[in-house]
């Protein structure tokens, strides 16, 4: 028996949405909402507690903005043992809540990962639409940086060095793979399926979670909160034309590829741009 709230029957005329979810009872909404809470609670919704009060600090330092630096990936440990346990930890314990939110969705004849489009069942198309979103979102969002810069909106991100060891690459490129997984597995695959259950329209799920999206990026600048709010609602406005969650996971994990990796490159090519 599934452990979720019992779907109301469709109404006359009413089609399901997107994922073949439909609204629940009333009566088991309220136990919804504590799920979602608790979920978001445990990580990007904490995420984006934090980026708020951040910005709230850096914007009424006497420092202006486009002064400040922001670090991804930093060093966690003056000693290279630790360091790799400290960064490795940090980026594997968060996909428990990945694992958590699937778990969550998993219903007797349909398994989390169906449910939300996560499987290889479509490995061809998933990767093509993957590359496209790359195209589409991350070459443009690395000149929306740079305009984020010149206006003074966005502060210095600050890249890890990719020489420091020999394991710093690996563990970069597992990071881009944790925050594919965080992000798009639960702030789309979980978090849109849960709203729409709660009776939320369409457009209204896509904004919300691409303002929330944009919220968890607000240490870094005002810049990038537009940056990837804009992000969300496109990966938004795909997941309910696909209804798949793996081609968004394959764009993200890409484009912060081309971050954390390609982005000290840039800046030693051209620090000019990136000062």
């Given at each position: 028996?599934?452990?979720?709230?019992?779907?109301?029957?469709?109404?006359?005329?009413?089609?399901?949405?997107?994922?073949?979810?439909?609204?629940?009872?009333?009566?088991?909404?309220?136990?919804?909402?504590?799920?979602?809470?608790?979920?978001?609670?445990?990580?990007?919704?904490?995420?984006?507690?934090?980026?708020?009060?951040?910005?709230?600090?850096?914007?009424?330092?006497?420092?202006?903005?486009?002064?400040?630096?922001?670090?991804?990936?930093?060093?966690?440990?003056?000693?290279?043992?630790?360091?790799?346990?400290?960064?490795?930890?940090?980026?594997?314990?968060?996909?428990?809540?990945?694992?958590?939110?699937?778990?969550?969705?998993?219903?007797?004849?349909?398994?989390?990962?169906?449910?939300?489009?996560?499987?290889?069942?479509?490995?061809?198309?998933?990767?093509?639409?993957?590359?496209?979103?790359?195209?589409?979102?991350?070459?443009?969002?690395?000149?929306?940086?740079?305009?984020?810069?010149?206006?003074?909106?966005?502060?210095?991100?600050?890249?890890?060095?990719?020489?420091?060891?020999?394991?710093?690459?690996?563990?970069?490129?597992?990071?881009?793979?944790?925050?594919?997984?965080?992000?798009?597995?639960?702030?789309?695959?979980?978090?849109?399926?849960?709203?729409?259950?709660?009776?939320?329209s369409k457009w209204t799920i896509i904004l919300s979670a691409a303002v929330l999206r944009g919220s968890y990026h607000l240490y870094q600048g005002f810049g990038p909160f537009v940056g990837n709010a804009i992000m969300g609602v496109v990966f938004g406005w795909c997941y309910t034309r696909w209804g798949r969650v793996m081609p968004l996971v394959v764009a993200h994990v890409i484009i912060d590829i081309v971050s954390f990796v390609g982005y000290p490159l840039a800046v030693a090519l051209w620090p000019h741009i990136f000062a």
């Amino acid at each position: 028996m599934s452990s979720e709230p019992t779907a109301a029957a469709p109404t006359p005329g009413a089609s399901a949405t997107w994922s073949g979810e439909v609204p629940v009872e009333r009566g088991g909404r309220p136990r919804l909402w504590w799920e979602v809470a608790i979920v978001l609670g445990l990580s990007l919704g904490q995420s984006a507690v934090y980026s708020i009060v951040s910005i709230i600090d850096r914007s009424t330092q006497s420092t202006p903005l486009a002064d400040q630096t922001a670090q991804v990936n930093p060093s966690q440990s003056s000693r290279q043992a630790f360091d790799f346990l400290y960064q490795f930890l940090g980026n594997a314990f968060p996909l428990f809540a990945v694992a958590l939110v699937i778990f969550l969705l998993w219903q007797p004849q349909r398994s989390g990962f169906r449910r939300i489009g996560f499987d290889l069942s479509r490995p061809g198309r998933d990767l093509g639409g993957g590359v496209l979103l790359f195209l589409v979102i991350g070459v443009p969002g690395i000149l929306f940086y740079a305009l984020g810069r010149v206006l003074g909106l966005t502060v210095q991100v600050q890249a890890s060095p990719l020489d420091t060891y020999w394991w710093t690459v690996p563990i970069l490129i597992f990071a881009a793979l944790r925050a594919g997984l965080q992000e798009e597995v639960i702030i789309v695959g979980y978090l849109f399926t849960r709203l729409r259950q709660l009776g939320w329209s369409k457009w209204t799920i896509i904004l919300s979670a691409a303002v929330l999206r944009g919220s968890y990026h607000l240490y870094q600048g005002f810049g990038p909160f537009v940056g990837n709010a804009i992000m969300g609602v496109v990966f938004g406005w795909c997941y309910t034309r696909w209804g798949r969650v793996m081609p968004l996971v394959v764009a993200h994990v890409i484009i912060d590829i081309v971050s954390f990796v390609g982005y000290p490159l840039a800046v030693a090519l051209w620090p000019h741009i990136f000062a």
